[in-house]
């Protein structure tokens, strides 16, 4: 506003915008205009350098405007450079279980999936390509991720996992490190296909797991077995398997549809030999 005793109007003063007694005026952005909702708008933006729409012309941070990327995570397991050996018996039933870091986004009203990718480095191909999975742990069976496996053939793998909001810019964040792994195929002879040297109860699969895990088991000699299921409490929960049997691999479901989730433990008891595995149910 300019004083001027000599305007043609009533008023004795112009405007920014040279009008006399006009009602234009200039915020703190420097604009000269009559419109207050326009009031530093040209100049308020956000001001935070790590968000992905910081503006560097901005003068006047804006409320709670500024889009972030979800956060740098690391993958867990299996871990860089692993190896593993798998038989005839494992081909069908083993799983590899891909767990990650859960990654944040500072903006809490949006929520964050992950794409994850394998790929076969020997071939090239993608072998599992799963995108907007919404956990942390994701247990892929063995066969998904190799088909026709050669005796003896190493076989190179790498994984990623890619963090993604569910925001209008759709941000994503890559974890820190792609890990690598080994696939090797080394097949049983007749007779230890058939038969373990020992008495050997078997990590269950998936683990954790959502509602059905497996559980197997091996005996080396004609045994008296019994499989059971306890909470942490030490109740007994549920008897898989029970009774007189012959040498060989066993395999047994459970169906914990029922059971509420929890950390739960299987118990195997025979007259040479007793063993526990811990198992987490997650619903």
Same mark, same amino acid.
């Given at each position: 506003m300019i004083d001027d005793p000599y305007c043609e109007c009533a008023a004795d003063f112009y405007d920014c915008a040279g009008e006399c007694g006009g009602d234009a005026y200039i915020d703190d952005c420097g604009i000269c205009d009559d419109i207050v909702e326009n009031d530093n708008e040209t100049c308020t933006g956000c001001t935070d350098e790590i968000a992905e729409n910081?503006? *560097? &012309?901005?003068? +006047? @941070?804006?409320? $709670?405007?500024?889009?972030?990327?979800? =956060? @740098? !995570? $690391? #993958? #867990? /397991?299996?871990?860089? $450079? /692993?190896? +593993? +050996? !798998? &038989? *005839? &018996? $494992?081909?069908? /039933? =083993? !799983?590899?279980n891909f767990a990650w870091e859960e990654s944040i986004d500072l903006n809490t009203d949006d929520q964050v999936s992950y794409n994850i990718t394998v790929t076969n480095q020997n071939t090239g191909e993608v072998e599992l390509a799963l995108p907007d999975y919404a956990q942390e742990v994701l247990p892929v069976p063995l066969s998904f991720i190799i088909d026709d496996p050669i005796e003896g053939e190493d076989v190179l793998f790498s994984w990623e996992v890619i963090a993604q909001d569910d925001s209008e810019g759709q941000y994503e964040t890559t974890c820190n490190e792609i890990f690598e792994f080994t696939l090797r195929f080394e097949s049983l002879g007749i007779e230890d296909a058939l038969v373990p040297d020992t008495y050997v109860l078997g990590d269950s699969y998936p683990n954790p797991f959502n509602p059905v895990t497996t559980i197997e088991y091996g005996l080396p000699e004609a045994s008296m077995v019994e499989l059971s299921v306890y909470d942490i409490h030490g109740k007994l929960i549920k008897t898989l398997d029970k009774g007189s049997k012959v040498a060989g691999y066993y395999s047994i479901e459970w169906n914990a549809q029922n059971v509420p989730t929890g950390t739960y433990f299987i118990r195997m008891i025979t007259n040479e030999y007793t063993a526990t595995r811990k198992v987490s149910l997650i619903k």
């Open positions: 910081y503006d *560097e &012309n901005a003068t +006047i @941070s804006c409320d $709670d405007c500024c889009e972030y990327a979800p =956060l @740098s !995570f $690391d #993958l #867990l /397991t299996p871990v860089d $450079d /692993t190896e +593993i +050996i !798998f &038989n *005839e &018996n $494992d081909y069908q /039933t =083993l !799983f590899i």
